[in-house]
């Protein structure tokens, strides 16, 4: 747990110091570079997301679907818990930053988003008791360590209502481990022992510190063992599910869309 905590503290300094370079790593959305014609790109590229994961749930699972209730953890400044708001009844939307909320609820009041509800979790157990007919969690759980990001997905899973779906994304592996059909080396090379030491490193972000150099908060990657992840599916009930690759970067993940039985 305190890896976790540890992510967590990074993610609450990214929405202080730049949090829509947090949701979107392109210099375009940096604080500095922020005005209102990449604002509008920002918000414009939600939509198409939100687009597209209802046409996926309603090609794979289900034609009718019009989610009225979406809870979407990891939700940021609103990228996308917004684009749902348009066609939802309510929209719940979670995050472990203040400064990430604080600039959601800014977003949503700008934007005429009344329907949004904006909530903060703290540690590992989510701030909501109640079912959603959309459960949506996308480039978030991988930047949480598995061993805390599990349970959160079981939490997700329980969220979903009856009949309702699941729409959640996950990190498995790194296109780099090609040579090992996508499973890290077993033994260390020079190269990755150095990234491990110091690219990667906490303490080289303390010495840039120390030299007042430009730092970030730290931003993890994390992957997840697929078999662990369709466990957990399986025994909630889940019997259908579609898979859909993504790629962030040579991080390869699954954009997982499942239903639960009524």
């Not at 929405?15 to 918000?43: H, I, W």
């Not at 979790?121 to 990001?149: M, N």
């Amino acid at each position: 747990m305190i890896k976790a905590a540890k992510t967590d503290q990074a993610w609450k300094q990214w929405g202080e110091v730049d949090p829509y370079f947090g949701v979107m790593t392109e210099e375009k959305f940096r604080a500095g570079n922020l005005n209102d014609q990449s604002r509008q790109e920002f918000f414009q590229s939600g939509q198409q997301m939100v687009d597209h994961v209802l046409e996926m749930c309603r090609g794979h699972v289900r034609p009718d679907f019009d989610p009225k209730t979406v809870l979407d953890y990891g939700c940021g400044v609103g990228r996308m818990a917004i684009s749902f708001a348009r066609g939802a009844e309510s929209v719940t939307g979670i995050d472990v930053s203040e400064g990430m909320l604080t600039e959601a609820t800014a977003n949503t009041k700008q934007m005429g988003a009344d329907n949004v509800r904006l909530l903060r979790i703290e540690g590992s157990t989510l701030p909501v008791q109640e079912k959603f007919d959309l459960v949506h969690c996308y480039i978030v759980l991988q930047h949480i360590p598995p061993q805390h990001g599990l349970g959160i997905f079981q939490q997700l899973i329980d969220s979903i209502a009856p009949g309702g779906i699941g729409a959640i994304q996950m990190t498995y592996s790194r296109s780099k481990f090609a040579s090992h059909n996508g499973l890290p080396p077993s033994r260390w090379s020079l190269k990755s022992l150095w990234r491990s030491l110091w690219v990667e490193s906490p303490l080289r972000r303390k010495f840039k510190s120390w030299l007042g150099l430009p730092g970030s908060p730290e931003m993890q990657m994390n992957p997840y063992h697929l078999n662990q992840v369709f466990f957990l599916l399986q025994r909630a009930g889940v019997t259908d599910l579609h898979v859909e690759f993504t790629n962030h970067g040579g991080h390869l993940g699954t954009f997982l869309v499942f239903s639960k039985s009524c």
